[in-house]
Structure formats: structure tokens, C-alpha cells
Nanobody
Framework: QVQLVESGGGLVQAGGSLRLSCAAS????????MGWFRQAPGKEREFVAA????????NCADSVKGRCTISRDNAKNTVYLQMNSLKPEDTAVYYC?????????????????WGQGTQVTVSS
């Protein structure tokens, strides 16, 4: 089992940047593929980015492509999400998640463990 704790959210002006962190407990962090999702008020949780257990394979959703970088440090049990050129529509609670299976990385249901989320608010 793994516990996830996100940090790094906050209020930022449009055009600014944020780096979110997700710290994982446990000694098996490197066995999990990791993902970032977000959920805006009244909307479904949506995929933002994912990274393989080794960090060699990453991808970002089309909505954030070119503005998103996901990375991980298995020695620190941490995964990061760098978001640049933020827009008001990026405002949401951002969640990190971990999965063991090879289920599709863009699906909420593929993930086994979730953090509590961190709020990102982008002002215009």
C-alpha cells in the first residue's frame, strides 16, 4: 500500500508557473506508475499527465501539452508536475495517483491509490 500527499498548489496569475509535488510513503514507490489528474468544480476528474515506474515513458493530456512536464525521483519517493503558461481554465484540485497494473494511464479507474489533492487557482 502507498500513501500520497500532494503539495505546491496555490494562487498564481495567468501566464505563471507552478511545480506540484507528490510524496509517497512506502518502499515500493518505484513499482508504481504515477499520474496527475485534476477536477474543477462541477466537472469530472480528468487526466493531466502520467509517468512510468522508471520515468522513461511520460505523456501529458492534449489540454496541457507543451505546458506540462511530469518527472519522478524514485530515491525521494516523489513525483512532480511542472505546469507553465497557466491559464484560468487550469484552475482545479490536482490529484496524484499510483497504479500497479498496465491499465490505461489516462483512466481514473486504472489507479489504485490517490492523494487528497492540492488546489491550484489561476487568476486572469
Amino acid at each position: 500500500q502507498v500513501q500520497l500527499v500532494e503539495s505546491g498548489g496555490g494562487l498564481v496569475q495567468a501566464g505563471g508557473s507552478l511545480r506540484l509535488s507528490c510524496a509517497a510513503s512506502g518502499r515500493t514507490f518505484s513499482r508504481y506508475a504515477m499520474g496527475w489528474f485534476r477536477q474543477a468544480p462541477g466537472k469530472e476528474r480528468e487526466f493531466v499527465a502520467a509517468i512510468s515506474w522508471s520515468g522513461d515513458n511520460t505523456n501529458c493530456a492534449d489540454s496541457v501539452k507543451g505546458r506540462c512536464t511530469i518527472s519522478r525521483d524514485n530515491a525521494k519517493n516523489t513525483v512532480y508536475l511542472q505546469m507553465n503558461s497557466l491559464k484560468p481554465e487550469d484552475t482545479a484540485v490536482y490529484y496524484c495517483a499510483a497504479k500497479v497494473s498496465t491499465a490505461p494511464r489516462w483512466m481514473v479507474a486504472s489507479y489504485d491509490y490517490w492523494g487528497q489533492g492540492t488546489q491550484v487557482t489561476v487568476s486572469s
